[in-house]
């Protein structure tokens, strides 16, 4: 399917779900996303506040893995005659341990190719050397991130069906399951773009309902990408 595909499914999807359920799960996630922001500016002026800045940065990834495990749960119980789930479906205890954990490995893949290309800037000062490294280095971070989009829900599937997995083998799941579909993921993604200048102009306003939105067109590509894994 193409990037109009899935967001046509999600659309489908959103209609189906009650209007107050998913703009007040979506607030939770535009919250969650400013909150991010804060603590990165927090983080920036003032290094001895990095802890408040952690805890703050922790709170809102679990916010947002929240919404897309909701959503993705809501999908299911559209398509596959599944429960409608509950809001904080995502913060369970089994969840959030497995999701802190995750966020650590991931920050520190992250770190570890900062490191790279901090390294590789001390050994060349040269400016085009710089513009090349740091194109490289946000290619492979963008591609990492693709690579691992999928973990959350990795994670949420084996919760929910009571299989006792480590955080490794969700992110190689993860890792195996978008093979050869980054590229796609890559556009379904930037095939929001309009959509994120709306909200920047509604002051985020508008994030309220393009957070579920984007969630279920993820959702419907991690469907269909298992759908495909497990025919091959």
């Known amino acids: 399917m193409k990037a109009k595909d899935y967001r046509d499914r999600a659309r489908g999807d959103l209609a189906a779900i009650p209007k107050k359920t998913y703009l ?14 804060a ?10 506040d990095w802890w408040i800045s952690f805890i703050l940065s922790v709170i809102a990834s679990f916010l947002t893995s929240n919404g897309q495990i909701f959503f993705n749960r809501w999908r299911m119980a559209i398509h596959e005659g599944d429960k409608e789930p509950d809001a904080w479906c995502g913060l369970s205890s089994q969840h959030l341990w497995k999701l802190l954990i995750y966020g650590i490995i991931e920050a520190g893949l992250l770190s570890i190719l900062l490191i790279l290309a901090l390294g590789g800037l001390l050994v060349n000062s040269s400016v085009l050397f710089m513009w090349l490294l740091a194109v490289a280095i946000t290619a492979v971070i963008v591609w990492v991130e693709l690579r691992l989009s999928f ?16 955080v490794w083998s969700e992110i190689l799941d993860s890792w195996r399951l978008m093979k050869g579909r980054c590229w796609k993921l890559f556009c379904l993604n930037l095939s929001f773009i309009g959509w994120y ?3 920047f102009f509604t002051l985020g306003i508008l994030g309220m309902w393009l957070q579920p939105y984007k969630s279920l067109a993820n959702a419907e590509f991690y469907a269909e990408a298992k759908a495909g894994q497990e025919e091959q």
């Open 24 to 37: 007040l799960m979506g607030l939770v996630m535009v919250l969650a996303t400013a909150l991010t922001h």
């Open 197 to 199: 200048i709306l909200v």
């Open 39 to 48: 603590t990165d500016k927090m983080s920036t002026q003032n290094s001895s």
């Open 151 to 166: 973990v959350v829900y990795e994670i949420d599937e084996d919760v929910r069906l009571n299989r006792q997995t480590s």
